[in-house]
């Protein structure tokens, strides 16, 4: 069995991943920017508060995708620096590597 690994496009996976993250993050902020005041214009108290339930949810879940996805992308970086290092001190040593 081989595994082969190609550090470089785990690391371009892992800032994709990164960025994606900041996007998540950047849509939360627009969405809660533009629902901002709204729940007041329903006219009703209790719609007014399911309404900011339903807005709260939206945004802590959003929020938790965003950090989620920014922790992928820290690990998928971690992982290629791991497999370069395995690859660079390790395998040598065992009459593997590059």
Request: hydrophobic content about 50%.
């Amino acid at each position: 069995m081989h595994i082969a690994v190609v550090p470089e496009e785990l690391r371009g996976l892992g800032g994709r991943l990164q960025s994606i993250d900041g996007d998540v993050a950047a849509t939360r902020g627009v969405l809660m920017g533009g629902v901002d005041g709204a729940a007041a214009a329903t006219g009703s108290p209790v719609a007014a508060a399911a309404f900011s339930d339903m807005c709260d949810a939206w945004s802590e879940a959003l929020g938790r995708c965003a950090a989620s996805i920014g922790s992928a992308g820290t690990a998928v970086n971690a992982a290629a620096a791991l497999y370069q290092f395995v690859d660079s001190s390790v395998m040598p040593l065992l009459g593997g590597g590059d």
